[in-house]
Structure formats: structure tokens, C-alpha cells
């Protein structure tokens, strides 16, 4: 049987004026792939782990995001579905205040034994503020979906 992967990985490095964004989770979920693709596609489930928002899961579909608690950035969160393969892989724009440009968020998922090992990537550049809540919060986020009834 696999072991779980490692857990989480995330950097932040400097460049010039710019901050990095690279933040790496590779997670085990006991959940078959067909419950955690629902956990990542379905507006209402999606809404109860990361944020409430307007998504639906087609490719060029641009949906927004409302933080539901205090960040250090102010607004919503910008998106677009940049890539689909049902199933597997996802990938999304996510741009906010302070974002001179959209970072790119990405999902795959692969079934391990009874379960689904889930690899999160969010990359890009942002505002140092902004990389240190993203860094910091994807991780309590996937714990959330972990918690998830599906």
C-alpha cells in the first residue's frame, strides 16, 4: 500500500521588488477521487471548504470568490477556469488586490489505494502580504476539506 505523501511544502523567496508564490501540498485524503472532485468542482461544497463564490466547472468560466473571514488583503478573489480534465486536473487564475497579475492555482488528483492523494500548486508573484496568507492558509483549507461531509 502507498504511505501518504509529504505533507506540506511552500517558499517564499524575494525577487527585487517582486515576492515569489510557490506553494506546494501534496495531500493523502481518505476519500475516493470521485468525492474529492466533487469537493473541488461542486459551487455549494467548494463554498463550504475554500470560500463562497459563483463557480462552475467549465473551461473559460470566470468566477469570484468572497473571503469569509479577515485578511490582510481587502475584496474578493478573481478567477478563471483555465483548464479542466474531469476527474484529474484543474487549474485556475486567482488574482487579487495587490496582484499586479493573475497566479495560477492547480489541482490533480490520483486515486492510492482507498483513498486520493490531492497535490495543490498555487504559483505566481504577489505582494508579500499576499504570499504569506496564501502560504499560510492553503494548508488550514485543505484541512477543511478533509473535514467536509460529501
Not at 485556475?92 to 488586490?97: A, E, F, H, N, Y
Not at 505582494?127 to 494548508?139: Q, S
Not at 488550514?140 to 467536509?148: F, M, T
Amino acid at each position: 500500500m502507498d504511505s501518504p505523501p509529504d505533507r506540506h511544502r511552500g517558499r517564499v523567496s524575494v525577487a527585487g521588488a517582486a515576492v515569489k508564490l510557490d506553494v506546494d501540498l501534496d495531500e493523502y485524503l481518505d476519500r475516493p477521487p470521485e468525492e474529492v472532485w466533487k469537493a473541488l468542482t461542486d459551487p455549494v461544497l467548494l463554498g463550504r471548504w475554500l470560500m463562497p463564490n459563483d463557480f462552475e466547472p467549465r473551461v473559460g468560466k470566470r468566477f469570484t470568490f468572497a473571503p469569509d473571514c479577515p485578511t490582510s488583503w481587502e475584496g474578493s478573489v478573481a478567477c478563471e477556469v483555465l483548464e479542466l480534465v474531469p476527474g484529474r486536473r484543474m487549474v485556475w487564475s486567482w488574482q487579487t488586490k495587490g496582484m499586479e497579475h493573475p497566479t495560477r492555482v492547480i489541482f490533480e488528483l490520483s486515486a492510492r489505494g482507498r483513498g486520493t492523494r490531492l497535490r495543490l500548486r498555487h504559483t505566481g508573484e504577489a505582494d508579500e502580504p499576499i504570499v504569506r496568507d496564501l502560504k499560510g492558509g492553503w494548508p488550514g483549507k485543505v484541512a477543511s476539506l478533509r473535514d467536509i461531509g460529501i
